[in-house]
């Protein structure tokens, strides 16, 4: 009990070293004073009389007890004990005055009452009340004196000594009150100070008494809390409300922990406010404890950390993300079947990937910190390195080459390179990551494709060449085969015509008609032999493209068939812009006269036959056509008419081979041109044929 | 003295209806076949030097043994005979015969036609221009 109530004091005291030690003196004066005035109560009690009635009595317990008082005062630097000596003395007055002893002896006491009213006045910064409760000493002191003169009573050197007495504490409070005042100023200031410090921090304090349960919030606790200023009841249940139900325990496992082991307390908790915003705090504080080392009170600073847990928590995520990304381009790097070596500036090994060590068949401890130059460079491109390295050094991109290595089985290997220069923020070299992969084995298929396809090549060319051979040799046959048989013909039309000549007046009957029709058989199948001839000349015929103009040529082909025309009475009309055509000459010219021939033809017994013949640019084309007013022939066969042998007439009605528009259509495909007919029967037909344009005409 | 026509046929009808056609124009000349390759250049190789040289030489391309180009080149090379007129007369139209015949020396080249009457107006041509109005050079 003494130890608290000693506690409870020195919490009191005054800040400042000196003051304190002034004002101990002081103290030790008062408590002189309380001491001296309780024993000579005691006195008073034990032997009656021995000391003046207004010394002993009650009234000395009284004194005694406003001294104290003034002692508090003194020590708290506050107004608290100034304003108990006041009740106290208010009281006594109104008692002592209400009671039924003589004014004399109330008198003689007021002058020991109307002395703590002259120490309020000091405390309270008022030096009138001071010189009022001297004046009231004085005037009681001569009232005394006057009555106790009556009295009989001789104790004028007593009250002579009691003003004496009363003047000097009254000096020495006077003495002490800057001190007071100064300490009280200090006091604010410090107030003053540690407001400002946590209007900074936007720091709260709580002051938790954790005998009465009563919680003290000061500076900015209530608003970290979301409470409007003063809206906080003071209760823990209250706080533990605010305090998020997830953080709870933990909150109250951390204040146990510190109040059991008085250790200090700091834990973060989340708050959630009345409004539903959730707020993350950090308090800070101390269990303090009393005499008996339980903890009393607890004290402590509380801030809003908010902003900065939730940096922490983007920290933490970008970290983890960071962590997980790092995590998967390991597992890329382990995994992938492309070797990964990164070097330093000095070319020696900083990392190496399983895939590297199943290309090269060293393991990543033997290489790394190592130049692997004897290790994987093949001996023919060792020699080389040191440029290469400069290459690597001083090259902005990927260098991308293909090498002879060498695996640790000592095996030749060839490996795909990927060489690309690692470089910090101004540019300095650091060393490279090379991309390896082992590309030996599709080396040797390349190779054996490259064998196969040239094995492939030759085989094409010498089964083009047997065809050529072959088809030379079918062309000779077909020739020879052509060719010889004109020469029976020649027997047979020759003998019968000169049995005709000269047997004629021995043949009768209709001997005469089939010596011509002999002759007939042999005049067409001559025909057919130099059609066929021709036909196989086509092809036979080397191909020689040229530009043609083409009106020249059309011109001269209707020339020579003038008598052709005349004799059919057939009109040409030729209207052909300039236009030059990449074309056989021979083989054009061939294909104008058999479409001329066939549309003359085709033209007999129509009245006033008609053939024109017109072209015109198409693109890179051009575009020729010869049309008649002849006989014309139904679309359905428009294919069929350019095919060999293919005729649509029986052969008295139209004579001719079946080979001339083959010809045509041959000669004209030739050379990379088309041709087509159109017509309608009765309509007349027109032959078109497109024809590759000579590329310099209209530059 | 008459020169003779020398005619190097294989082809029997050919060779008898070349004859008959020149017999009908009542040629003054003899007629001189050789029916291959070899028997033409025995005649010629054969050729005594005051023997008057042929008017002209009918060749047939396509022959036994040795063929007519052959021929030709060996008649060009001739000591006495190398500047005689040689027509060709053939059934052969190839590019390929015409070009060789005419770079090997010969004078003409013409086609045998499958008409009968067509190939005797051919033998009166070669008649008229290489008998009547060409100037042969002297041996």
Not at chain 1, 632 to 642: L, N, Q, S, V
Request: net charge negative; hydrophobic share 45%; charged share 20%.
């Amino acid at each position: 009990m003494l130890q608290r109530f000693l506690a409870w004091l020195n919490a009191l005291a005054i800040a400042d070293p000196i003051e304190r030690a002034q004002g101990r003196i002081l103290q030790w004066l008062l408590l002189g004073l309380i001491v001296a005035r309780l024993g000579l109560t005691l006195l008073d009690a034990l032997v009656p009389s021995a000391v003046p009635t207004f010394v002993g009595g009650p009234q000395g317990l009284f004194f005694a007890a406003i001294l104290f008082c003034i002692l508090l005062t003194l020590r708290s630097g506050r107004l608290r004990g100034a304003a108990s000596a006041t009740v106290v003395l208010a009281y006594l007055v109104i008692t002592r005055a209400l009671s039924s002893e003589g004014i004399v002896t109330s008198g003689i006491t007021a002058i020991g009452y109307i002395i703590p009213l002259a120490i309020a006045g000091l405390m309270l910064s008022r030096l009138i009340l001071v010189l009022v409760a001297t004046v009231c000493v004085a005037t009681v002191s001569a009232i005394t004196l006057t009555s106790s003169a009556e009295a009989g009573q001789p104790d004028s050197v007593i009250i002579i000594v009691f003003t004496i007495y009363v003047t000097l504490i009254a000096l020495l409070l006077e003495r002490y009150r800057d001190t007071w005042e100064r300490s009280i100023d200090m006091a604010r200031a410090n107030e003053e100070r540690l407001r400002l410090a946590l209007d900074a921090g936007a720091l709260g304090t709580w002051d938790w008494d954790l005998r009465s349960g009563a919680i003290i919030w000061g500076g900015h606790h209530a608003r970290i809390m979301g409470l409007p200023e003063g809206a906080f009841d003071g209760r823990f249940e209250s706080f533990s409300k605010l305090v998020h139900p997830d953080d709870l325990p933990g909150l109250n496992a951390a204040v146990e922990a510190a109040r059991l082991q008085l250790t200090p307390f700091a834990h973060e908790y989340r708050v959630t406010r009345p409004n539903g915003d959730v707020r993350w705090a950090s308090g800070k504080g101390r269990f303090i404890a009393d005499r008996t080392g339980e903890a009393a009170r607890m004290l402590g600073v509380i801030a809003d950390i908010s902003a900065r847990k939730s940096f922490e928590e983007q920290l933490k995520a970008a970290i983890a993300e960071r962590d997980a990304l790092l995590a998967r381009l390991q597992l890329v790097l382990d995994r992938t079947p492309i070797g990964a070596i990164i070097s330093d500036q000095d070319f020696l090994v900083t990392y190496w990937n399983p895939a590297a060590e199943t290309i090269f068949g060293w393991g990543a401890a033997e290489m790394l910190g190592r130049q692997p130059d004897d290790m994987i460079i093949a001996p023919a491109v060792r020699a080389r390195l040191p440029r290469i390295r400069t290459q690597i050094a001083a090259s902005a991109a990927t260098l991308f080459a293909e090498t002879e290595n060498l695996r640790k089985d000592g095996q030749v290997i060839v490996c795909a390179w990927a060489n690309t220069p690692l470089r910090d923020t101004d540019g300095t070299f650091l060393g490279f990551l090379a991309m390896v992969q082992d590309v030996t084995e599709r080396h040797r298929r390349e190779a054996h494709i490259n064998e196969l396809n040239a094995e492939l090549e030759q085989r094409v060319a010498a089964r083009t060449a047997e065809l050529a051979t072959k088809n030379r040799e079918l062309e000779v046959f077909a020739y020879s085969v052509s060719h010889d048989l004109k020469a029976p013909l020649r027997g047979i039309d020759g003998y019968s015509r000169l049995l005709q000549e000269d047997f004629a007046g021995r043949l009768d009957g209709d001997g005469p008609y089939y010596i011509e029709m002999i002759r007939a058989a042999a005049a067409s199948m001559g025909e057919l032999i130099d059609d066929l001839l021709a036909y196989s000349r086509v092809e036979r015929r080397a191909l020689r493209v040229t530009g043609l103009a083409l009106r020249p040529l059309v011109e001269l082909v209707v020339a020579e068939h003038g008598d052709l025309l005349n004799e059919a009475g057939v009109q040409v009309t030729i209207d052909l812009p300039e236009l030059s055509v990449l074309a056989e000459e021979e083989g054009l010219a061939q294909s104008l006269r058999n479409l001329i021939e066939n549309a003359v033809k085709f033209s007999r017994g129509v009245t006033a036959p008609q053939i024109d013949i017109g072209g015109e640019a198409q693109g890179d084309t051009c575009l020729l056509w010869v049309r008649d007013n002849g006989i014309g022939f139904a679309m359905e066969y428009h294919d069929r008419i350019f095919d060999l042998f293919q005729r649509l007439h029986r052969a008295e009605e139209y004579p001719g081979t079946g080979i001339g528009l083959a010809i045509v259509r041959k000669a004209v495909e030739r050379i990379g041109g088309t041709v087509w007919a159109e017509s309608a029967p009765g309509a007349g037909a027109t032959f078109f044929l497109r024809l590759p344009r000579e590329p310099s005409e209209g530059l | 003295m008459i020169r003779p026509i020398v005619l190097i046929e294989d082809n029997p009808m050919d060779l008898d209806l070349t004859r008959r056609a020149f017999v009908r124009r009542r040629l003054a000349n003899p007629l001189l076949v050789a029916r291959d390759g070899a028997e033409a250049i025995a005649m010629f190789d054969g050729w005594q030097s005051d023997q008057p040289p042929p008017a002209i030489v009918l060749l047939d391309l396509k022959l036994p043994k040795a063929d007519g180009l052959d021929v030709l080149r060996h008649l060009r090379a001739h000591a006495h005979l190398g500047t005689v007129p040689v027509v060709v007369l053939t059934t052969s139209t190839e590019d390929q015969d015409v070009q060789t015949a005419y770079r090997l020396g010969a004078n003409s080249y013409i086609v045998k036609p499958v008409d009968f009457d067509k190939f005797v107006t051919v033998v009166d041509q070669i008649d008229l221009y290489w008998l009547v109005l060409n100037h042969p050079a002297q041996p």
